[in-house]
């Protein structure tokens, strides 16, 4: 059970760094929530963060042939 409360507490303090580092006006539910939407999709962290809704560049894509 603690340890559980511990994970959660870092959790929050890593998703609060993040908010504070970001230059996007952040609200902590709203970066929460994007932040497991974009859980399954390979981004950058320090790109996405700043310019959420932007698409996504395709450079890794390309190189693997992936298109």
Do not use: E
């Not at 929530?33 to 698409?55: E, T």
Request: hydrophobic residues 50%; charged residues 15%; aromatic residues 12%.
């Amino acid at each position: 059970m603690k340890a559980q409360v511990w994970a959660a507490l870092i959790a929050m303090l890593l998703i609060k760094y993040l908010q504070l580092k970001a230059t996007f006006g952040w609200s902590l539910s709203n970066l929460v929530a994007l932040l497991r939407q974009q859980l399954s999709v390979y981004r950058d962290l320090r790109v996405w963060i700043d310019h959420p809704f932007q698409a996504p560049s395709c450079q890794k894509c390309c190189r693997n042939n992936w298109l």
